[in-house]
């Protein structure tokens, strides 16, 4: 069963580095996610991806984060400085088809990957 | 702004149990809502629901939304030690731009007693 893979597993890094975190959505999917979960914290938005660009975003998509889809099947969510209160759960999800809100067609689930733990020191 | 309030935000029961887990939700152009079950790391889809009234069922869960009220249920029955997890309730809305994110609910951390 396809599944999306995120890498590494856990990042450690010092506050002000650069950190990219790697997805691999599922590979006929069309939109992409970035989640994340502080610590005994509920998951949450950060932004959505759709025919190379962003679609929406979340207040806490500020301008240290960024995404890219450098080539066909990786997804990519780059924080430039980081800091203590990054750390947290990072989870990559992707969905095939999003649907029209006033349609009757059916909305597909988004699939997540298994995260990446960032930690920041 | 988006919300979803999940109760109760924990939960003990024994092995054999039915157990039904509540899930309320303001949204701006409704979509879906989604339960999802979260084990260790990340969460697994269990159903979508889009309708009010239809029941979703797969084995001993069930779910069911009801769109006047703005909640849903997620039933469990004949509860396993391996219903043990974090269930999240999460909706989806329509804020007019793009593919808006879901809005999770804070879940609600059942235990299973053998």
């Known amino acids: 069963e396809p599944e999306v893979t995120q890498t590494p597993s856990h990042q450690v890094t010092q506050m002000g580095q650069e950190v990219i975190l790697r997805c691999v959505p599922i590979?006929?999917?069309?939109?992409f996610y970035w989640y994340r979960q502080i610590l005994g914290q509920k998951v949450e938005f950060l932004v959505s991806?759709?025919?190379?660009?962003?679609?929406?975003k979340s207040e806490i998509f500020d301008d240290q984060f960024s995404v890219e889809r450098p080539d066909g099947s990786n997804f990519t969510l780059k924080i430039r400085s980081t800091k203590l209160e990054d750390s947290a759960m990072y989870f990559c999800?992707?969905?095939?088809?999003?649907?029209?809100?006033?349609?009757?067609?059916?909305?597909?689930?988004?699939?997540f990957g298994p995260g990446t733990r960032l930690t920041v020191l | 702004e988006d919300k979803v309030v999940q109760s109760p935000l924990s939960l003990v029961v024994h092995e054999g149990d039915t157990v039904t887990l509540n899930c309320s939700y303001e949204?701006?152009?409704?979509?879906?809502l989604l339960w999802y079950k979260q084990e260790k790391k990340a969460p697994t889809f269990l159903f979508m629901l889009?309708?009010?009234?239809i029941e979703k069922k797969s084995g001993r869960l069930s779910s069911i939304l009801d769109k006047k009220e703005l909640f849903s249920i997620l039933n469990i029955t004949a509860t396993q030690t391996g219903d043990s997890a974090v269930y999240l309730c999460?909706?989806?809305?329509?804020?007019?731009?793009?593919?808006?994110?879901?809005?999770f609910g804070k879940g609600t951390h059942l235990i299973i007693q053998p």
């Open positions: 999800a992707s969905r095939l088809f999003r649907g029209a809100a006033s349609s009757g067609s059916s909305y597909n689930e988004q699939f």
């Open positions: 991806f759709y025919n190379n660009e962003i679609s929406e």
């Open positions: 889009t309708s009010s009234g």
């Open positions: 999460a909706v989806e809305g329509d804020s007019g731009g793009g593919a808006d994110g879901l809005t």
């Open positions: 590979s006929n999917h069309l939109y």
């Open positions: 949204v701006t152009n409704f979509r879906s």
